[in-house]
Each structure stands twice: as C-alpha cells, then as structure tokens.
C-alpha cells in the first residue's frame, strides 16, 4: 500500500476513534505510532515516541503554559475572581441586563488571567448564574452570557490556545498573544451590545435590580479588585514591550498573584497547594494532547500527506481568502463534534502545507483558527462550554435552554468572524508595533 494512501487512512482512523468518544491524545498517539510503524518501522516509531516527552520537557515556548495555569487558578482559588464580578455588578447595575454585562466583563476579566475558556466558565458560572436567576434573569439569557463570555479565555491574552500554536507553526508565542487582543476586546464588546440591546427591547429578559449604590460603594468595590487589572497589565504590557519572553512574563504574573494573595490574607499553603495541583492537571492533559499531535505531524509527514496537501491546493489555483473561508468551514464542522484544541491539533499538519504554498500571514490565521475554536466551545451537539454551565446549574436549567441563550451569541461571532477575515489588520496592527518578536 502506497504511504500516502496509508497516511489519509490515518486520518479516518483518527475521525473514527474521535467519534467513538475515545481519548484525542489517545487517538491521535495509537494510530499514528501505527502509521509510522507501518511506513517505515518499529525502531523508527519508538524512538520518535521515547524522545517526545523530553522534546516537551525541555520546550522553552510551551514551559508558558503552566505559568499562566497556575496564575489563573491562583487567582481563582484567592478570590480574586469573586471580587471582580461584585465590582463590575456595582458599576454595570444600570444598565439594561446589568448583571449579565457584568458577567461578560467579569469572564473577560478573567479570561486575561487565566487563559483558559473551560476554567473561565466554571468559576464564573458559579458566582453569576444564581445571582441572575435569583432576579428573574431569563434562564436562557443568563447560562448562555456565561457559557459564551467564557469563550473569551481563548484570546484575550495570556491563552494556552495560542501557545500550543505558536509551538506547532514555529511562529512567536508572543506576537499571536498581542495579535488575540483586539479581536478579543471586540468580542466583549460586541456580547455587551447584543445583551443591551436585547434587554432593552425585552426587558422582561432581565428585570432591573433594585439596589441602591452609592459612588462611595463603587470605589469601595474597586479596592479588592485592583490587582488583578495591573496583574494582568503588566503580563501583557511585558510581552508587548519586549520586555519578557511569555515564559517570564507568565513566570512573573504566577509569582505576584501568589504575593497578592498573601497581602490579602487569602493564600494559605493549603490554597496554594490546590492552585499547583490544578494547573499540573490541566498541563499534564495537554501536553499529552500535544504530544500525540506531534506522532501525527510526522506520521503524516513521512506518508507525504503534507507534500500532496500543497500540491493540490497549488493546481486549485485557491487564493488565501478562499483557504481561510474553506477553513472556517471545516472547523464549523469538526468542532460541532470534537474536542477544540483537539480540533487544532488534528487539522493544522493538514492545512499548514497549504498556507506555506499562498504564504499566507501564519499569525492572522492564529487568530483565525483560535477564535474558530472558540466558536466550537458553543455549538451543538458537543460545545463543552454549554456542557460545563449546565454541571454549574444542574437540573435547574435544561440543556436545550442554554443552547437556546447561546444562539444569540453565535450570532455576534458570525460578524465578529467577518471582521476578521476581511480586514486582517484587526489582528495583525498590534503585533506590527511590538518592540521584539
């Protein structure tokens, strides 16, 4: 059998496995170690197989991961998270769907601190979903702000998604984090509008919430809250000035939410314990994750797939705007059914031959691809986003219901998407400033 014959049966062997709800790391690792057994040999499979974990030990951009991890889960286990979402409710309570608003920018808020969607969604949907419904907020109206806004973890930096990227594409961790800012921010922005204008044209969506604030409660709210805007301030604003590498900049941010827990008396060893074991979780699964899409880099390399791949898009004659468009599509797709950054994983050693051969931007399809990623933690029938706020609300809300809230959203992502698609300097003005690569 011809190796590339052998490699794209692989990849169906790959979407199988998904499909029957086996591991990705799994997946990924078995039929590839397979693939490379079959198209060279055994010798060749394991070696490649035992040099990986020390590949990934050893990898300064990917050491990043861990350090926003355990910066996020830090200031999750201190509280910090808590006194977020109480200032933005003082502050946003005005507005039409105030309480949801505030939830938008608490997940923003926190998203920037702990660069994961799942961990933004499940601490936020905690302390504001039963707020909103204790208020008679719309059920659907409420799970979906927070199943939505967690998405926002993905590119606001610090974001996991963007490092695993950066790492596979060889391209600089630090740009593709400047880069997710804006779209980012746009992002919020565009949630806070939509619930806005919903609310005022429903109000019975979310009725107003009588409580009296006073401006003396509004800069109270803010005294605990501070460090967590200048933590994340100065993560961001260290990469962007060419300062830290990511890896120091994390480094730093998980150093001083430790000491800014400790000020507030809210740090004990046993708090600091539970932050270390959470983040050496999460970093243990992904880079299992990770370590199985590097066996199908170069299962797939070594069948030819990526060489075919270029070709063909070669004799299409495609340009870079039908690439990204057909890309877009295919992640719709897939991420309707699998895991997202399992979804990254599996299909950049396909599509990066074909934008080398365009030599497209690699940094503005960072941004592409994570915020199609992003899409895919809401869409039915498996968005884990949707799956994590219904564990927070139990029974209390149906699962149809928090797709029902979400719909609302995916329409904000439709724009948001052709934003960025057809005017790529969103993504790209930002990273063209930095001082250092």
Same mark, same amino acid.
């Given at each position: 059998?011809e190796?590339?014959?052998?490699?794209?049966? $692989?990849?169906?062997?790959?979407?199988?496995?998904?499909?029957?709800?086996? =591991?990705? /790391?799994?997946?990924l690792?078995?039929?590839?170690?397979?693939g490379?057994?079959?198209?060279?040999?055994?010798?060749?499979?394991?070696?490649?197989?035992?040099?990986?974990?020390?590949?990934f030990?050893?990898?300064?951009?990917?050491?990043?991961? *861990?350090?926003?991890?355990?910066?996020?889960?830090?200031a999750?286990k201190?509280?910090?998270t808590?006194?977020?979402y109480?200032a933005?409710?003082?502050?946003?309570?005005?507005?039409p769907?105030?309480?949801?608003? #505030?939830?938008?920018?608490? /997940?923003?808020?926190? %998203?920037?601190?702990? $660069?994961?969607?799942?961990?933004?969604?499940?601490?936020?949907?905690?302390?504001?979903? =039963?707020?909103?419904?204790?208020?008679?907020?719309?059920?659907?109206?409420?799970?979906g702000?927070?199943?939505?806004?967690?998405?926002?973890?993905?590119?606001?930096? =610090?974001?996991?998604?963007?490092?695993?990227?950066?790492?596979?594409?060889?391209?600089?961790?630090?740009?593709?984090?400047? #880069?997710?800012?804006?779209?980012?921010?746009?992002?919020?922005?565009?949630?806070?509008?939509?619930?806005?204008?919903?609310?005022?044209? &429903? *109000?019975?969506? %979310?009725p107003?919430?009588?409580i009296?604030?006073? &401006?003396?409660?509004?800069w109270?709210?803010?005294?605990?809250?501070?460090?967590l =805007? @200048?933590?994340?301030?100065?993560? !961001?604003?260290?990469?962007?000035?060419?300062?830290?590498?990511?890896?120091?900049?994390? #480094?730093?941010? #998980?150093?001083?939410?430790?000491?800014?827990?400790?000020?507030?008396?809210?740090?004990?060893?046993?708090?600091?314990?539970?932050?270390?074991?959470?983040?050496?979780?999460t970093?243990?699964? @992904?880079?299992?994750? %990770?370590?199985?899409?590097?066996?199908?880099?170069?299962?797939?390399?070594?069948a030819?797939?990526p060489?075919?791949?270029?070709?063909?898009v070669?004799?299409?004659?495609?340009?870079?705007?039908?690439?990204?468009?057909?890309?877009?599509?295919i992640?719709?797709?897939?991420?309707?059914?699998?895991?997202?950054?399992?979804?990254?994983?599996?299909?950049?050693?396909?599509?990066?031959?074909?934008?080398?051969?365009?030599?497209?931007?690699?940094? &503005?399809? $960072?941004?592409?691809? !994570?915020k199609?990623?992003?899409?895919?933690?809401l869409?039915? *029938?498996?968005?884990?986003?949707?799956?994590?706020?219904?564990?927070?609300?139990?029974?209390a809300?149906?699962?149809?219901?928090?797709?029902?809230?979400? $719909?609302?959203?995916?329409?904000?992502?439709?724009?948001?998407?052709?934003?960025?698609?057809?005017?790529?300097?969103?993504?790209?003005?930002?990273?063209?400033?930095?001082?250092?690569?």
């Amino acid at each position: 059998m011809e190796p590339l014959t052998i490699g794209f049966l $692989g990849i169906v062997a790959i979407l199988v496995l998904l499909a029957a709800r086996v =591991p990705i /790391a799994f997946a990924l690792g078995s039929v590839s170690l397979v693939g490379i057994i079959i198209v060279r040999n055994e010798r060749a499979a394991f070696a490649m197989l035992g040099g990986l974990p020390h590949e990934f030990a050893s990898s300064w951009e990917l050491s990043a991961i *861990p350090m926003f991890l355990l910066m996020g889960a830090v200031a999750y286990k201190t509280g910090l998270t808590s006194s977020l979402y109480a200032a933005a409710r003082v502050w946003l309570n005005n507005l039409p769907g105030g309480l949801a608003v #505030a939830t938008n920018f608490t /997940a923003a808020g926190f %998203a920037a601190a702990s $660069g994961s969607s799942v961990a933004t969604s499940a601490a936020v949907g905690r302390l504001a979903i =039963p707020e909103m419904l204790k208020y008679g907020y719309d059920k659907s109206l409420a799970t979906g702000t927070v199943a939505a806004s967690g998405t926002l973890g993905a590119l606001i930096p =610090p974001s996991i998604a963007f490092v695993v990227y950066g790492f596979f594409t060889e391209q600089s961790v630090g740009r593709l984090l400047i #880069a997710g800012l804006i779209p980012g921010l746009m992002t919020a922005a565009a949630y806070t509008i939509m619930i806005v204008g919903r609310c005022t044209i &429903w *109000p019975k969506l %979310a009725p107003k919430v009588a409580i009296e604030v006073t &401006w003396g409660d509004r800069w109270r709210a803010l005294r605990d809250v501070w460090p967590l =805007p @200048l933590l994340v301030l100065g993560v !961001v604003g260290s990469i962007y000035a060419g300062i830290a590498t990511p890896t120091e900049a994390g #480094a730093l941010g #998980a150093l001083f939410a430790i000491l800014i827990g400790l000020a507030q008396g809210r740090c004990s060893f046993e708090v600091l314990k539970e932050a270390v074991m959470d983040a050496l979780r999460t970093t243990s699964s @992904l880079f299992f994750l %990770a370590i199985g899409a590097v066996l199908l880099t170069r299962f797939l390399a070594l069948a030819g797939v990526p060489t075919y791949i270029a070709n063909l898009v070669s004799d299409m004659n495609l340009n870079e705007l039908e690439l990204v468009i057909a890309l877009a599509v295919i992640y719709l797709i897939l991420g309707m059914f699998l895991d997202p950054l399992g979804v990254m994983l599996l299909t950049l050693p396909v599509f990066l031959p074909a934008f080398d051969a365009l030599n497209v931007n690699l940094i &503005w399809i $960072g941004v592409i691809v !994570v915020k199609m990623i992003e899409i895919g933690l809401l869409t039915p *029938p498996v968005g884990l986003n949707v799956y994590i706020v219904k564990n927070v609300v139990g029974d209390a809300v149906p699962l149809s219901t928090i797709f029902k809230g979400v $719909g609302w959203f995916l329409v904000c992502e439709f724009f948001i998407m052709w934003l960025l698609i057809w005017y790529p300097q969103f993504s790209l003005w930002l990273p063209s400033l930095m001082m250092d690569g």
